[in-house]
């Protein structure tokens, strides 16, 4: 090969390299955005009530991750945790509530979340007979946070769960 194949050659593999490391980052939405049936992320116990009525069940919960005690409310097999009344986690388990848009929820196929995520729908995983797709949370300046949100799936590409967690 000449010096200009080489060129050339190194050039296209540099162009490849950085087209599939930038492909690699995943999508995000702030903060302020994430909404849970169009609940906005940290409102406080009292406007969870107003919007969603009583939960069937208020319990303590124990983070050990964080050593703090948190509120949980369950609403079938949906939980939201507060911390000091503000809401800062939660886990959806079934179709009752829905993520962002109402054709993302528990039971549905993960191909709306190719419409709104595509770069986290692109970097999706399959591991152990569980699919994950990551979709960061950042500040509204655009800061990045150590939280994101995780859609699981299964073999039929059907959401099974989506909760918020952090590093």
């Given amino acids: 090969m000449n010096l200009t194949k080489v060129k050339r050659y ?11 490391t930038f492909s690699q980052e995943n999508s995000s939405i702030t903060v302020s955005s994430l909404n849970i049936n169009g609940f906005l992320f940290n409102q406080t116990e009292t ?10 069940m208020i319990k303590n919960y124990y983070n050990e991750l964080n050593n703090e005690n ?13 911390d000091k ?5 939660f886990s959806l388990k079934d179709n009752l509530f829905y993520f962002q848009n109402k054709s993302i929820r528990v039971g549905e196929h993960i191909k709306k979340v190719k419409e709104l995520f595509l770069n986290s729908f692109n970097n999706k995983e399959f591991k152990g007979g ?10 509204n300046n655009g800061n990045e946070t150590d939280m994101f949100i995780i859609i699981n799936f299964n ?6 769960s989506i909760h918020s967690a952090s590093n």
């Fill in 70 to 82: 948190w509120k949980e409310y369950k609403y079938s097999e949906n939980s939201f945790y507060f």
């Fill in 47 to 56: 406007s969870i009530k107003e919007n969603f009525g009583s939960p069937t």
């Fill in 130 to 139: 569980i699919g994950f797709i990551r979709i960061e949370l950042k500040l």
């Fill in 155 to 160: 073999e039929k590409n059907i959401i099974t």
């Fill in 10 to 20: 190194l050039i296209l593999l540099n162009i490849g390299f950085c087209v599939n």
């Fill in 85 to 89: 009344n503000i809401l800062i986690e």
